[in-house]
């Protein structure tokens, strides 16, 4: 695997690349890498010849009372998993390759209606951080492909349609979410949790699990929310919504089949977020 620190080298490469006609697939990540990340390097390495990860912790997608400064760095393992899921370059920017004017005089790159609901509500400026660093690296990279996760669900949605509306030539996949065991579906921040706050965790995906049984059997949707939301505190969560929606995040309506419940809540001082797509009859 090679690692870029420069711009101009990882250009280089890729243009080598692509002059030998070889496909691209790229995976963007903020490092402290575990096996949901290297699955999805697994799932571009089935869509390109070659595969570039990129670890970035972005701090335009971070609000002033998050936890940019104590997100976990891991730049040696994160290198090492990264050979071993085969990855064929590894981009890693400092912040003044990325920002070059500097964080506060940046181009910001705003995705508008997708982006104003549940985390855009919750994290006011999230998805400008992550609309405009995702499009950096997507300049940078020049990829034909790029995998992301389905655990961050509106993530997914806002650069589905960044790609679309600003004609990025590059096919979306959306990875399966990786899950422990128990149900967990796997993040960076999950070390955050103390070992009862562990244990309880699961039950977040369980909430939506039960969520997703009663609306699809027929239940109402507003009373599946509301006893989701009960329980969820009962047990400790402090949650910012649970809630069910259309693919697209809007409100379902009578006709819609398709639907996704969302949840994100506090444990302790850790947030986490997971989503479950089911159908209705």
């Excluded at 985390?119 to 400026?125: L, S």
């Excluded at 609309?131 to 950096?136: D, E, N």
């Excluded at 579906?185 to 977040?204: F, M």
Aim: a negative charge; hydrophobic letters at 40%.
């Amino acid at each position: 695997m090679q690692t870029f620190k420069d711009l101009q080298a990882l250009r280089t490469c890729i243009a080598e690349w692509r002059d030998k006609k070889e496909r691209i697939a790229f995976v963007p990540t903020m490092g402290n890498l575990h096996a949901g990340h290297f699955s999805l390097i697994a799932l571009a390495r089935q869509h390109a010849d070659k595969v570039v990860a990129s670890v970035f912790v972005n701090p335009t997608q971070f609000g002033p009372n998050e936890d940019f400064d104590r997100y976990p760095r891991t730049p040696v393992d994160d290198a090492r998993g990264l050979v071993e899921a085969g990855c064929d370059a590894l981009w890693m920017p400092d912040v003044a390759q990325m920002y070059p004017f500097g964080v506060e005089a940046t181009v910001k790159v705003s995705v508008p209606g997708v982006t104003e609901v549940l985390d855009g509500a919750h994290r006011p400026g999230h998805f400008d951080g992550v609309a405009t660093v995702v499009s950096r690296l997507f300049n940078q990279v020049q990829p034909h492909t790029a995998v992301f996760g389905r655990k961050d669900y509106q993530q997914l949605a806002v650069i589905r349609y960044l790609v679309r509306d600003l004609a990025f030539p590059i096919e979306i996949v959306g990875a399966p979410t990786a899950r422990a065991p128990d149900g967990l579906a796997l993040s960076s921040r999950n070390q955050y949790l103390d070992e009862a706050q562990r244990a309880l965790a699961p039950t977040l995906y369980e909430s939506l699990q039960a969520v997703a049984r009663s609306v699809a059997s027929g239940g109402d949707i507003d009373a599946a929310e509301q006893e989701g939301l009960r329980q969820l505190r009962a047990l400790g969560f402090d949650p910012d919504y649970l809630v069910v929606r259309t693919p697209a995040l809007t409100a379902p309506e009578s006709h819609d089949t398709r639907l996704v419940a969302l949840v994100a809540a506090r444990l302790g001082k850790t947030r986490l977020i997971d989503n479950l797509e089911f159908d209705r009859t």
